[in-house]
């Protein structure tokens, strides 16, 4: 579904990224992890077409959308979830996932779309008509991720979703990405530098470091990988 080959960005002659190979299968979740630093947000930013990758090439779908802007990504099934989630905090929760439909394939079917999505979130439901400048952390975060599903992803991308959650709420959140994936055919790439939980949750990871690729295979493999377990996990 996504094939990333040689990606290389950065921010202006500030190198970043440094020929990133990955792929993302259709109904996988494969996770990006690292420290702080380490290029993943700025990784996200390229595919979602936010920052112009330099050099490399990236598919989805069979399509070349390297030099794709931004907001025809969202039309192609492509939609990025930004790290802490840039909710319009004086708007409803419903008005957020109203936003979230405004994309053509989406429009035709806000009402229905509107019930599966607090299907999906049923606390959102009940917040409905709640700020979301007044949500949980927790919350906040499920409300951004139900925004994106709004729009009919085909892979969503997620950045940094545990970030200033407490820990109770990040397995909350997913055990709610997994049921997602799983009921609506859907493909996730999440970027964390919660190394444990992200390589649990997802079936293969790749670990980023200064820009470039360090390790990459199963997540199993990964979390029992001695090196990654003292680097990342403080194991």
């Known amino acids: 579904m996504l094939s990333v080959n040689q990606l290389s960005s950065g921010y202006g002659e500030l190198p970043v990224l440094?020929?990133?190979?990955?792929?993302?299968?259709r109904g996988e979740i494969v996770s990006v992890v690292g420290a702080n630093g380490a290029g993943k947000s700025t990784l996200l930013l390229t595919l979602s077409g936010h920052l112009m990758a330099q050099s490399g090439q990236?598919?989805?779908d069979n399509h070349d959308i390297t030099r794709l802007p931004a907001h025809d990504c969202?039309?192609?099934?492509?939609?990025?979830?930004?790290?802490?989630?840039?909710?319009?905090?004086?708007?409803t929760v419903l008005e957020n996932l109203e936003l979230g439909s405004y994309i053509s394939k989406a429009r035709?079917?806000?009402?229905?779309r509107l019930e599966e999505v607090m299907g999906l979130f049923p606390i959102?439901?009940?917040r409905q008509q709640q700020l979301a400048g007044r949500l949980s952390g927790g919350e906040r975060q499920m409300c951004a991720i139900a925004r994106?599903?709004?729009s009919k992803p085909k892979l969503l991308m997620l950045d940094e979703p545990s970030l200033g959650l407490a820990p109770i709420m990040v397995d909350k959140v997913f055990v709610?990405?997994?049921?997602?994936v799983e009921s609506q055919n859907l493909s996730v790439l999440l970027v964390e530098q919660n190394v444990g939980n992200a390589l649990q949750m997802s079936e293969r990871g790749y670990i980023l470091e200064h820009g470039h690729l360090l390790k990459t295979g199963k997540s199993s493999d990964l979390l029992n990988d001695s090196d990654i377990q003292r680097s990342y996990m403080g194991l």
């Open 74 to 91: 969202p039309e192609r099934g492509l939609v990025m979830v930004p790290e802490g989630g840039r909710l319009f905090p004086f708007m």
């Open 124 to 126: 959102l439901k009940d």
């Open 18 to 25: 440094h020929n990133i190979d990955l792929h993302v299968n």
């Open 148 to 150: 994106a599903m709004m």
């Open 58 to 60: 990236v598919q989805f």
């Open 176 to 180: 709610m990405v997994k049921q997602m």
């Open 108 to 112: 035709t079917d806000i009402k229905n």
